[in-house]
């Protein structure tokens, strides 16, 4: 029969035993065999249904010490050998990354990022920069500076995302937008302002079309004697070159927007081509971007002098400006990340978008 102090011999034996144990698979060994069902400690508690109730009751609370104190090394000797796995696998798994790419390397570019740098190439060629702005913006820089009334419906047809303080307050919210990014640019700036401004933007919206983040591009041209004929001639260059086509038709269909005058949608011809489309010719429109004259109150917000600055901007959907260049039937995909999908429509990481040898 054991004795409280074989148990201190067991314990002692046992527990030199888990503390060196010198890797995960001896641990485990050394745990089945003190622990688990024939181990040393099971079988010890298999004694206690012969003992007298005197010894029980000595011996069930110490064999019920020593399991628990006996597990609780395990598991302190699992997470330092676990650890030294993990550290011996990031020490040996370093990517050098002053080394040439290689070509197998698999992963493919989101389309709208490499929309976002076509973009990017086509305006930095007419010598616009790219500027950003916060994802969290405030009532100012999202509606008031862009002259939009308080009160205004305008406001409600955005759909806004507000967001709540610890305090309650909603001052701040999700830009439903990027013409917040006009305003900073303003502010920071002394004009001539030639910006382009890429990013996320959010509505409450969802649908084959609609998703609750999108992205949109920005474009502001501030500067003494900029007009509506510069606006013109810039998005027909823009949208030729993105579509690739010298034959582009446009007509600017008088529109309204808070933060233009006149403001315009800016439609181009095409027809559909499967489930492309082609520009410059056939007899349907397509509205590809707002844009209008920067409204001398938008000026005026941003401490500018709308005697002296004028100009104009223009703001477009890069989800749709992609879905219409690849022929992609549906938004909602660009947001779910399938690697099938994205392995079909993706762009090599190599390949960079620029103007001398093709954008895409
Ligand atoms: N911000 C407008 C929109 O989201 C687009 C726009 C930008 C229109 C700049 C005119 C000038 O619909």
Same mark, same amino acid.
């Given at each position: 029969m054991s004795a409280p102090s074989d148990l201190e011999a067991l314990e002692t034996r046992l527990s030199v035993g888990i503390k060196a144990a010198p890797d995960l698979a001896a641990l485990d060994a050394l745990r089945v065999n003190a622990l688990g069902k024939k181990g040393e400690v099971s079988l010890k508690m298999r004694e206690l249904g012969k003992m007298s109730p005197e010894e029980r009751q000595v011996m069930g609370p110490a064999l019920n010490g020593l399991k628990d104190r006996l597990n609780t090394l395990v598991t302190c000797r699992k997470t330092v050998l676990e650890d030294a796995v993990l550290n011996a696998a990031l020490d040996s798994e370093t990517?050098?990354?002053?080394?040439p790419v290689s070509h197998q390397a698999r992963g493919s570019l989101h389309p709208v990022g490499q929309v976002m740098e076509e973009l990017a190439v086509i305006f930095a060629d007419m010598g616009f920069a790219v500027a950003e702005g916060p994802d969290v913006e405030d009532d100012f820089h999202n509606f008031t500076a862009l %002259?939009?009334?308080? %009160?205004?419906p305008a406001r409600d047809a955005h759909d806004t995302f507000f967001l709540k303080s610890a305090e309650g307050e909603t001052s701040k919210l999700l830009r439903t937008h990027t013409s917040p990014v006009q305003i900073r640019a303003m502010m920071n700036k002394k004009p001539p302002i030639r910006i382009i401004a890429p990013g996320r933007v959010y509505r409450r919206d969802w649908d084959q079309t609609h998703t609750p983040m999108f992205h949109q591009v920005e474009g502001l041209v501030i500067d003494e004697d900029t007009h509506m004929g510069h606006l013109k001639g810039c998005l027909m260059d823009f949208v030729s070159t993105f579509f690739e086509t010298d034959l582009v038709e446009a007509r600017f269909r008088p529109h309204h927007f808070p933060f233009t005058e006149p403001s315009a949608e800016m439609d181009v011809r095409y027809e559909s081509v499967g489930n492309a489309v082609k520009i410059g010719s056939g007899d349907k429109w397509m509205e590809v971007l707002g844009c209008g004259m920067v409204h001398p109150n938008v000026i005026r917000s941003c401490e500018l002098d709308p005697e002296i600055y004028q100009g104009f901007a223009f703001g477009m959907g890069v989800d749709r400006l992609t879905m219409l260049k690849y022929g992609m039937p549906d938004l909602r995909p660009f947001f779910e990340p399938d690697s099938r999908w994205l392995s079909h429509y993706g762009y090599s990481p190599l390949l960079q978008a620029n103007l001398a040898t093709g954008l895409s």
């Open positions: 990517v050098d990354v002053t080394r %002259n939009f009334p308080s %009160n205004h």
